[in-house]
């Protein structure tokens, strides 16, 4: 994690200089004010989904506030950001775009979640692999194409790829769990 949230960096810098980074920067700073939520939701997790006490509920409501955290983001920050930044006005697109990005991040925090929980360590490590894949080869393509707003696409890529394996991970490892119960059920028939 610590790896791929400083790769980005690296790779932005030399290929579209350094003022182009700060307004990067500016949106994952916002993206980070907006994933305290989502912490804490994680935070209280772990712990239950260790214990197999998981709390759907709870979690479908998470993905709900940040879905609902996007909205007032995307639509005011073209308000804010010139009151309390007015020298990165030129971020205000990459603040939106990457706003986008906590929608999945929420989701792939709680599946993170559930994987430790359930010691499942090595499908978080490929799930970060993915992302941090994803993240340099859409920033190299992206970043050539659209400047700092296609490296703000690519994070939302990236982050969007890394939802989509955990949910698919999960989903196909419980189709094959209620697959291989039923099987020893109607094995015991037999």
Known sequence: ???ATTIDKIIIAPMLGFALLGNYQIGIQVLSVLMILP?????????????????????????????????????????????????????????????????????SALYISKFLGKEKIKIVLIGSGIFIVIQITTILILGEMYSVNGVAISYVIATTSEAIYLFTVDRWGSKNKSKSTVNKEGKNDI
């Open 39 to 107: 912490g804490v939701l994680y935070s209280y997790t772990v712990p239950h989904d260790a214990s197999g006490n998981t709390n759907k509920r709870l979690k479908i409501v998470g993905v709900l506030v940040s879905a609902v955290l996007v909205i007032p983001t995307i639509i005011f920050s073209p308000i804010v950001i010139p009151i309390i930044l007015p020298e990165f006005t030129e971020s205000i697109t990459v603040i939106q775009l990457i706003s986008i990005s906590l929608i999945p991040a929420t989701i």
């Open 1 to 3: 994690r610590t790896f």
